[in-house]
């Protein structure tokens, strides 16, 4: 059987959900998957952007980031979204993305794929798990197959979100707890496309 194609899709602003999406990247990869790292469109004004240091410094970071297409979502047989926390929402940029799927949907190119989503806010009680609860409302719509982590790993005991891996990073960045976190949920997401993916073929 093929390997499992897995794209990790996300918005950053500063660089944290960044750095979980490259941990999502290895922990697939590990786990034998083709992997597409790719960052959503922004859309914020320049001038908004260049009047915050870290989030014009990211900008230039990863520059060479390819940015999300339609085609990534045909392609892949699983997909983990990476936003910020807005509010208790998913960032408007990679809500934007979203809201561009229509016609995969409507075609029904966008069911029984696997979705599982991660992010990041600057505090304990930032609305990390109602903005995973909302992308998976997507993924409903979608027909898709949501894989959370839960409690299938020690390191979830420690991190503490069975929705998806949620880093509280104030002025920091990530810290391994929560990186690791990132590459065990993405691992169980591979297993789990994986053993639909054979279950299909057979």
Same mark, same amino acid.
């Given at each position: ?17 960044? #750095? ?5 990247? *290895? ?5 034998? #998957? ?6 959503? #469109? %922004? ?10 240091? $870290?989030? !014009?410094?990211?900008?230039? *970071? ?11 979502? *045909? ?7 990476? /936003? ?26 966008? !069911? ?6 991660? /992010?990041?806010?600057? @505090? $304990?009680?930032?609305?990390?798990? =109602?903005?995973?609860? $909302? ?18 790993? &020690?390191?979830?005991?420690? @991190?503490?979100? &069975?929705?998806?891996? @949620? !880093? ?7 810290? %391994?707890? =929560?990186? *690791?976190?990132?590459?065990?949920? #993405? ?6 496309? !994986? ?8």
């Amino acid at each position: 059987m093929r390997p499992v194609n897995v794209a990790v899709i996300y918005y950053s602003t500063s660089g944290n959900v960044h #750095a979980l999406a490259e941990a999502a990247v *290895e922990g697939a990869r590990k786990a034998g #998957a083709q992997v597409r790292l790719r960052k959503v #469109a %922004e859309t914020a004004p320049p001038e908004v952007i260049d009047a915050h240091p $870290a989030w !014009a410094r990211h900008q230039r *970071e990863t520059a060479e980031v390819t940015e999300a297409g339609h085609g990534d979502l *045909e392609w892949a047989d699983a997909v983990l979204f990476g /936003t910020p926390t807005r509010f208790g929402n998913p960032a408007a940029q990679l809500r934007q993305f979203i809201d561009t799927t229509g016609p995969l949907w409507f075609a029904g190119k966008l !069911a029984d794929k696997v979705y599982s989503s991660f /992010t990041a806010a600057n @505090s $304990a009680h930032g609305g990390q798990e =109602s903005t995973l609860l $909302a992308l998976g409302n997507t993924f409903y719509h979608w027909g898709g197959v949501i894989v959370p982590p839960g409690y299938t790993d &020690p390191i979830q005991f420690r @991190s503490g979100n &069975p929705y998806g891996t @949620s !880093a509280v990073v104030g002025d920091a960045r990530p810290g %391994e707890v =929560s990186l *690791e976190a990132a590459r065990h949920q #993405a691992r169980r997401v591979v297993e789990v496309a !994986a053993a639909l993916k054979a279950g299909r073929a057979a």
